[in-house]
């Protein structure tokens, strides 16, 4: 079983940069593939970002591309979102989920641990 934290969470104007943590538990970490979700109030859980479990591989959604950064350090046990330029439609609470298997899945049903979200606001 995977154990997941996100923190890094804040208020920011737009245009700001923030980064996001999600430190795991469990010496398996690294066998884990690992995404990053949005939910942004009275609106469903939406996929951010996915990266395999070398690293080697990232997806993202469209609405992010060329703006944020997932990456992880599989020694720390720990995957980050870095999430520059931001917009006030990247209001929303963002979860960390890990699942296991090859390729990339951008729904929810495919992610078997979650974290309990931190909070990232942005204002205009």
């Known amino acids: 079983q995977v154990q997941l934290v996100e923190s890094g969470g804040g208020l920011v104007q737009a245009g700001d940069s923030l980064r996001l943590s999600c430190a795991a538990s469990?010496?398996?970490?690294?066998?884990?593939?690992m995404g990053w979700f949005r939910q942004a109030p009275g609106k469903e859980r939406e996929f951010v970002a996915d990266?395999?479990?070398?690293?080697?591989?990232?997806y993202y959604a469209d609405s992010v591309k060329g703006r944020f950064t997932i990456s992880r350090d599989n020694a720390k046990n720990t995957v980050y979102l870095q999430m520059n330029s931001l917009k006030p439609e990247d209001t929303a609470v963002y979860y960390c989920?890990?699942?296991?298997?090859?390729?990339?899945?951008?729904?929810?049903?495919?992610?078997?641990?979650w974290g309990q979200g931190t909070q990232v606001t942005v204002s205009s």
């Open positions: 990266i395999s479990w070398s690293g080697g591989s990232t």
């Open positions: 469990g010496r398996t970490f690294s066998s884990y593939a």
């Open positions: 989920a890990a699942r296991r298997g090859i390729g990339v899945y951008t729904t929810t049903d495919k992610y078997d641990y």
